[in-house]
């Protein structure tokens, strides 16, 4: 299921205020907002394209540190998880061109007649 990019919804919002323990409600729209920028965050430096797994766990993880003014400190904590973020959500690499022929694992062409390039 595919995220709308510009809202959250309110069960983003309650999964996160119950997280932080959060029962009020006069800071929902600051919340939303936090939520929002970590999300558009982590999605951008992990190329994830929905709230779900790894992605939802930093996205939550990110607005928290921004909620207790400490962003300085996410990267450094959650670089590992940003990393197999990004490389989970890496494009396969074809094994072959554009014109069909074969690229073996060096990125070595072979063409058609069994020879390299």
Do not use: C, W
């Not at 709308?4 to 009020?24: G, P, S, V």
């Amino acid at each position: 299921m595919a995220d709308d990019l510009t809202e959250i919804t309110d069960e983003q919002l309650a999964a996160f205020k119950e997280r932080m323990h959060i029962l009020h409600k006069s800071e929902d729209d600051y919340l939303k907002r936090l939520i929002k920028q970590s999300r558009d965050y982590v999605f951008g430096v992990g190329s994830a394209a929905e709230m779900t797994g790894k992605a939802e766990e930093l996205v939550y993880e990110r607005a928290r540190y921004a909620y207790n003014d400490h962003l300085e400190e996410f990267d450094t904590n959650f670089r590992p998880m940003l990393m197999n973020l990004s490389i989970d959500n890496m494009p396969d690499i074809p094994d072959t061109d554009e014109k069909g022929n074969k690229v073996d694992d060096s990125n070595t062409e072979v063409v058609s007649d069994g020879t390299s390039n």
